[in-house]
């Protein structure tokens, strides 16, 4: 399935938009990594577009203190908030013994099942969505964890920008967790993240995901002061 995800421009700026997990009525808005700060004026058109477009809520993607000012000054408010975790990519462990594999497109269907029954309806990824999260670096690493079967029980996303790595997004399936699959996939995209010249990994987590959070620092990870928040706002009473 081809992505939806179409960019907004004016000016400089730019922003992603396109259906929120696959929602006609939802839409998604991000910045776009390195362009300008989206301002308040940019932002206003893009809920116009959007508006025009039928939708009738926008949900931002995760979004750092600095980049929720513009939305907030536009009537966005915090839908959820979000843990940010951060690791330096130094003395990495070993991983437990796991199967593992490149994830191919003829996985996708079995990736998408256990990322439903992982996830609440809300984070749940649809095929676009999975494009988004591969796509969202300029390098990925899509892996896959099998059981005796071969049958897919776990996935991971990890992503490289410059000196930065970013876990996209990590599933294992409820009847599967505890297994230590998710601490290989983790590992896996560490060291692949450093072998790519990351200096630095980070990955976000709902606040009461306590099993990922758990997970994550028993890797390295700690918790950043500042942590992350989805917004949203209503279509409704937008000015002409």
């Not at 839409?27 to 776009?32: G, K, R």
Request: hydrophobic share 40%.
């Amino acid at each position: 399935m081809a992505s939806r995800i179409s960019v907004i421009e004016w000016g400089r700026e730019r922003a992603k938009a396109g259906p929120w997990r696959g929602d006609d009525r939802t839409a998604y808005l991000a910045p776009v990594p390195d362009a300008p700060t989206p301002s308040a004026v940019f932002l206003r058109r893009c809920l116009g577009t959007l508006a025009d477009r039928g939708f009738t809520t926008v949900i931002t993607a995760a979004l750092a203190p600095p980049e929720q000012r513009p939305f907030l000054t536009v009537g966005f408010e915090e839908h959820e908030r979000l843990h940010l975790l951060a690791r330096e990519l130094v003395d990495l462990p070993e991983p437990p013994p796991a199967a593992m594999r490149r994830g191919h497109r003829g996985d996708r269907p079995r990736v998408l099942d256990v990322d439903g029954a992982a996830f609440r309806p809300f984070w749940r990824l649809d095929d676009a969505g999975l494009d988004e999260a591969i796509a969202a670096t300029p390098s990925a690493r899509f892996r896959v964890g099998t059981d005796d079967q071969r049958e897919v029980i776990g996935y991971a996303v990890s992503g490289r920008a410059g000196r930065h790595g970013y876990l996209q997004r990590l599933a294992v399936h409820p009847d599967s967790q505890g297994s230590g699959l998710g601490r290989a996939l983790v590992i896996d995209g560490l060291r692949w993240m450093e072998r790519r010249g990351a200096a630095r990994a980070v990955v976000n987590t709902q606040l009461d995901n306590d099993a990922a959070l758990a997970l994550y620092r028993s890797l390295g990870f700690r918790v950043q002061p500042a942590g992350l928040a989805v917004l949203r706002r209503q279509l409704t009473g937008l000015w002409s």
